[in-house]
């Protein structure tokens, strides 16, 4: 009797402890407060560094506001990674300087009353502010060779407005009363640190800069409103001496990513395939300058049960896209003209949601 007793008492205590070990394995809502994972990387231009930021929730303790991102830096010869800020910051748009010194970025630090561009020597670590925007800066790349600095930033609120939000006249006026997205120009080399104005009266959504410097591809819109952000986005080439705005592109309805090939000749677009598309799931390439029509150009999703997600240069002539298809995730890579794609990475081999080329 004894022994049955104490067979059945270990028996429940196992299955007790199991039960505990599960209920600890077990994914719950309160694990939604702990979960933390990667959201940006960035290969260095020498290929020797991958800079990264990873999600921190915001704990309940904590201010009302949004989750923290934190930025990393793994070594790829020692494959360790090292933490460079991680006290409650929000670190966004990562990339690197030129000469794979120094890590570049989005944040509002210390005293900041708007988002700044910043860079962070990976050697010595003395972070310092690149631009002191007078409004949050949205978007921002540096040229090829360094030495300047574009940026997106909303217009200053005018000095009559700002007088009336003073003495408590905040009512808005619905879709009247927006402010322009601009593209500034900071030289990085001149005494002067501040900024030219490309743009005015339209809004800037995206831009990328020509290999040589000398042109800026724009999309632009009229009006900096939700529907013009969506479907309202034409293409657009800008001097950056003159500051002479051309179009490139007419395109029909939705637009958004754009990227220049090595050479300069040729500029790779993710879009709808017309104005009923609801998707940006089309590949189109166009020369630059370019003669063509919209209509004109090679889709290089036609015929195909694809949705292309990103789109990067391999080299003067190929591009890389990553596709959905189904539920599947692919790499394809895809000659200028070329009637068909090479897979790479074929649908269902393996999950991943981004990929980027290093020079």
């Keep these: 009797m004894i022994k049955s007793f104490t067979y059945s008492f270990l028996s429940l205590m ?30 260095s231009p020498d290929g020797n560094f991958i800079s990264y930021t990873v999600h921190v929730p ?3 303790t904590d201010e ?3 989750h923290y991102r934190y930025l990393y830096l793994y070594d790829l010869a020692n494959e360790k990674s090292v933490k460079l800020l991680g006290n409650k910051d929000f670190i966004s748009s990562i990339g690197w300087m030129p000469d794979s010194k120094s890590i570049t970025f989005r944040a509002k630090l210390n005293d900041d009353t708007y988002t700044q561009v910043y860079q962070l020597p990976i050697d010595s670590g003395e972070l310092e502010a690149i631009t002191n925007s007078t409004h949050s800066v949205l978007q921002y790349q540096f040229s090829k060779d ?43 080399e001149s005494q002067s640190m501040d ?18 410097g000398k042109q800026i591809a724009a999309f632009i819109a009229d009006k900096n409103l939700v529907d013009y952000s969506y479907m309202f986005k034409r ?4 001097d950056t001496f003159s500051g002479k705005r051309s179009l490139h592109l007419e395109n029909p309805g939705k637009i958004t990513q754009m990227v220049w090939s090595p050479d300069g000749k040729h ?24 003669t063509k029509k919209f209509e004109e150009l090679k889709n290089y999703a036609d015929g195909l049960e694809i ?22 995730i692919s790499l394809s890579e895809q000659e200028i003209d070329d009637a068909e794609r090479k897979l790479l990475i074929k649908p269902g081999q393996i999950v991943f949601s981004s990929f980027d080329v290093n020079d």
Excluded at 20 to 38: C, G, I, P, W
Excluded at 235 to 238: A, K, T
């Design 14 to 43: 196992f299955l007790i402890s199991a039960a505990l070990t599960a209920q600890e394995n077990t994914f719950t809502s309160y694990d939604l407060l702990r979960m933390k994972y990667v959201v940006e990387t960035s290969i």
């Design 58 to 60: 915001r704990q309940l």
């Design 64 to 66: 009302p506001g949004k």
């Design 146 to 188: 360094g030495n300047q600095l574009a940026f997106v930033s909303t217009s200053v609120v005018s000095e009559e407005k700002q007088n009336l939000l003073e003495s408590g006249f905040d009512a808005e006026i619905y879709e009247e009363e927006y402010l322009d997205r601009n593209l500034y120009l900071l030289d990085l």
């Design 195 to 212: 900024p030219r104005q490309l743009t005015e009266n339209v809004s800037v959504y995206d831009f990328q800069w020509s290999p040589d």
């Design 235 to 238: 293409v657009y080439l800008i």
């Design 267 to 290: 500029i790779a677009f993710i879009a709808a395939s017309g104005i009923n598309d609801a998707v940006t799931g089309s590949l189109f390439i166009t020369e630059v300058p370019s």
């Design 307 to 328: 949705s292309i997600r990103k789109v990067d240069w391999k080299d003067d002539s190929t591009v890389l896209f990553l596709t959905e298809e189904g539920v599947d």
